[in-house]
């Protein structure tokens, strides 16, 4: 993958992404409510300064942070393996959810 799950999600923008939902994300809800829809408007999980490369946004972290203690969840850090694997974990679980005719679209196996 060229682009983390984040920096695409900045790419295709977060408000796009969030009308395709069909379950909330907390803390991407609040960042499209808060105008942080990605590069178009310069600030979405990372942001852009003058229109250039992504820059870790620290104010991302705080975000996370607060919903994570409005929603009671304990603070934890991740590792990228584990990171990683949690994320190939909930893609493969959405593949195999597809209907067998948009699998063969995409030349997933059946």
């Known amino acids: ?20 939902r069909s379950e ?19 600030v979405g999980w990372f942001r852009y300064p003058g229109g250039g490369g992504a820059v870790i946004d620290p104010l991302v972290e705080d975000l996370i ?7 009671g969840r304990p603070w934890r850090e991740l590792s990228a393996d584990v990171i990683r694997s949690r994320y190939f974990a909930a893609m493969e679980a959405a593949a195999k959810a597809m209907p067998p005719g948009a699998r063969a679209a995409l030349g997933l196996p059946g």
């Not at 942070?65 to 929603?71: D, G, K, L």
Request: with cysteine; aromatic share 4%; proline share 4%.
């Open 1 to 20: 993958m060229a682009q983390g799950p984040c920096a695409m999600q900045d790419r295709i923008g977060l408000d796009v992404i969030a009308d395709t």
């Open 24 to 42: 909330p994300f907390l803390v991407a809800d609040r960042m499209v409510a808060e105008g942080r829809l990605g590069r178009k408007v310069g």
């Open 65 to 71: 942070r607060e919903e994570a203690h409005f929603a």
